[in-house]
């Protein structure tokens, strides 16, 4: 009973540690083993579908670079409407209202550019460099000398 007592004022590394038999049993093991199943991918991640998609654009896809955008293309014909994954670093563009107003400046460019190329699949945009002076119509102007050439 002295045991239990001054097991409360020792420090940390004494005390006794109890092991949560529900945490190690193996019902609950098995149950995790069913829902990685049904999770897992075709390509062995156990990432959502639009992740994996993401992921595959930058493995395989054609990468073309201008002044200030990076841009990883995958042709797919079977999806249904073209794919656009703007990237702006935090460590650039410190301000959300800025990253997110550069993100719909280059889905809206290159959904714009888009319906002269008819190109249909995955575009991954990464920011590379940022100035205050970026505006809609840079982003537009890069956009399309990046299109030309995929």
């Not at 075709?42 to 990076?70: I, V």
């Not at 119509?137 to 030309?148: A, D, G, H, P, S």
Request: aromatic letters at 14%; charged letters at 40%.
């Amino acid at each position: 009973m002295y045991n239990i007592f001054y097991e409360h004022y020792l420090p940390s590394k004494q005390k006794k540690k109890k092991k949560n038999t529900w945490f190690f049993s193996e019902e609950r093991n098995e149950g995790f083993e069913k829902k990685k199943k049904k999770k897992e991918m075709a390509s062995g991640c156990f990432l959502n579908k639009k992740a994996n998609l993401f992921l595959l654009s930058l493995k395989k896809g054609k990468k073309k670079e201008g002044d200030f955008l990076k841009m990883f293309f995958l042709e797919k014909k079977d999806l249904k409407k073209t794919k656009i994954f703007p990237v702006v670093p935090k460590k650039k563009v410190n301000l959300a209202v800025k990253r997110n107003r550069i993100k719909r400046w280059i889905r809206e460019a290159v959904r714009k550019n888009l319906n002269e190329n008819f190109l249909k699949g995955i575009f991954v945009v990464f920011l590379k460099k940022y100035s205050q002076s970026l505006n809609f119509q840079k982003v537009e102007k890069e956009i399309k000398n990046i299109l030309k050439n995929v």
